[in-house]
């Protein structure tokens, strides 16, 4: 299995903090050790890291942990290969084109059968069922919506479609178009939204804490998305299987 | 206008020591500073960096000169903004899938009109004509051929579109599927392949030099495409207006 960790949020914000617990997850506090990936999204651009090295140790990671690139949404991933080698294309998050906008996709847990792709515009690079249940799902999205409908019709559609493949396995996952975020729990999600009043937070994995009093605006609000909580201190909401959450402007929305 | 940096091989090889001249062009000795990407394909991934910063101050520029990735090929862009503001989503190399393998293309001109898309298969996110006559060569790859056609005929048909796409403008240009890269030279692109014997090189933009003949195997081949020569002591190949070669393991073929 992997582990998954998302970010949505109201201003651009920089993820060094959690990203230094989460990737020591990948080697280091836990045996995710097959590549890792992480992906940020600026206006319309997006721009994605991805490393075979463990998170622990790649120097790619070292880069993530000390650049502090300021975005609104960002999927990061780290692999425990269950279906697929270790390689590059089976590294997740994965990218696709659709309707003039990127999208970013993060899968967590093993589906036992995948749907049909019934065309070939969405085709996997790679060998994991991961990918291949993005790829899926972007065709069934393309192939209903000739443009991007509006955040209800879309959100409501995907809810419908990740519950069909969640049929299949296990559906832990995240998905973003640089404009929303969902998260779909199947077994293992946790999420916060910090806001004001801030206060300190300490990660689990290392022994650093964070004032986020110190760091923030008044009016900012970040959502934190992962497989298991990051800080020690703070009150996470542990997702229901079968739930999907729509996180946009650092906001949760059930649906 | 913009400068292109391609490189080609029989054996994974890194491209610090090219990488290291070609980025000093980004603000330092020249005035590309609108920011840059480079893209390495390993098997059938790919992994793209992007920074709207410049390339001579960028961290991560700083993290592919030390991060010594191996790649059979690479494409990397400076960008001097003349059509589309400074942004992310209009920093190449611009990444789409095709038949199950991403393309990655990198284009230096300007194009005074460009081709209508007709369908909505592959739009870009950016407002660059560049990205614009990627996704059009894209979509008439990927309208002529329902997967990927025998190599002699994919490069007839890509000589053609480009062709077309050059009687609308300037298009140097590279492009590659992790196989073959294939550069389109209108104004300005120079090449050069080492191989056996190995000698020392010499960069223009910085004083380094290095001797190939220790880190390299004799049967190493590896060709290096730039908008202009990055050494001062190697046999540059200027390419002709029009012309188009291919590029694989390291040779090139004109088509």
Redesign the interface.
Known sequence: MCQLLGMNCNVPTDICFSFEGFRRRGGETDHHADGWGIGFF???????????QSSCSS??AD?VR??PIKSTNVISHIRKATVGQV?????HPF???L????WLFAHNGDLKSLPALRG???????DTDSEHAFCWLMETL?TAF??QPDMPTLTQFLKLRMGELAERGTLNCLLSNGTVLIAHCATNLHYLVRQAPFGDAHLVDRDISIDFDALTGEHDRVAVIATQPLTDNEAWIRMQPGELLVFEDGQPRRI
Chains 1, 2 share one sequence.
């Open positions: 600026e206006g319309a651009g997006c721009r994605l890291f991805l490393d075979w120097p790619i880069l000390q650049y390689s590059l294309a089976n590294t990218m696709r084109e309707w003039g906008r990127y070939n515009r969405f085709q996997p690079v790679g393309a000739p443009t």
